[in-house]
């Protein structure tokens, strides 16, 4: 089962920042956070992932709250192709495939 | 580098007939995934494979399907006898390790639709 929450659906204008939230309250201290994003009729595709620190590539930041029990994807100047669903995934360091949940929708607006 | 391959990329059937979805993942990748994604049930690792050995396969609905992966170039989806509840996107990902430093690289699916 997904061990995180996040909102089914979102909107964000075009060129402005797009803040996904997630709540992953339960989380262990061996555990990553992981954001993939899955653009329509496409498969998956891997965005950032962090333990504790904030990160920031190419494609976007993620900032996890002190306490890691929360995190946010940001994705600086949103663009039409931005739109998709966003999933938030926790999993230990080992051994273990990423189990995906239902995510969140972004919808970038022109 | 062409990605993780699946082919078909669609395929129809009728209910009864044996289905067979091919993946070739990533070269030098040790691991290969299989996915499936429906809107009711959103997307369930159905089993993964390490180094072409079946590592956990308890997301296998039921015993009408079975994966087999040969070698490392290649993986097989098999549903025999296939059902209308089958129809999904069947999506193979590979990884060079499990870890907290690896990604997941998709495929861009198979969408079977069971008549």
């Known amino acids: 089962d997904a061990k995180t929450t996040q909102p089914p659906s979102m909107d964000c204008a075009e060129g402005r920042a797009a803040n996904l939230p997630c709540n992953h309250s339960?989380?262990?201290?061996?555990?990553?956070v992981y954001w993939y994003r899955q653009i329509h009729s496409q498969g998956p595709q891997y965005i950032i992932h962090?333990?504790?620190n904030n990160e920031t590539n190419e494609m976007a930041s993620l900032i996890i709250t002190e306490d890691r029990k929360s995190s946010t994807l940001i994705l600086p100047h949103a663009t039409l192709r931005d739109t998709a669903v966003y999933y938030c995934?926790?999993?230990?360091?080992?051994?273990?495939?990423?189990?995906f949940g239902k995510g969140t929708r972004l919808s970038v607006i022109a | 580098d062409a990605g993780v391959i699946q082919s078909p990329r669609h395929e129809v059937t009728e209910m009864g007939q044996e289905v067979t979805l091919r993946c070739k993942p990533i070269?030098?990748?040790?691991?290969l995934f299989w996915y499936r994604q429906t809107m009711m049930r959103g997307l369930e690792l159905l089993i993964y494979?390490?180094?072409?050995?079946?590592?956990?396969d308890s997301g296998m609905p039921e015993d009408r399907f079975s994966a087999k992966m040969p070698n490392a170039s290649f993986s097989t989806l098999k549903i025999q006898p296939s059902e209308p509840r089958d129809s999904a996107v069947y999506f193979c990902?590979?990884?060079?390790?499990?870890?907290?430093?690896?990604?997941?690289?998709f495929g861009p699916g198979t969408r079977l639709t069971v008549t």
């Open positions: 995934i926790v999993s230990p360091s080992g051994n273990t495939p990423l189990v």
């Open positions: 990902a590979s990884s060079p390790i499990l870890g907290p430093y690896y990604e997941q690289y």
């Open positions: 070269s030098g990748h040790d691991y």
């Open positions: 494979f390490n180094n072409n050995v079946p590592i956990d």
């Open positions: 339960t989380i262990s201290g061996n555990e990553y």
């Open positions: 962090g333990l504790k």
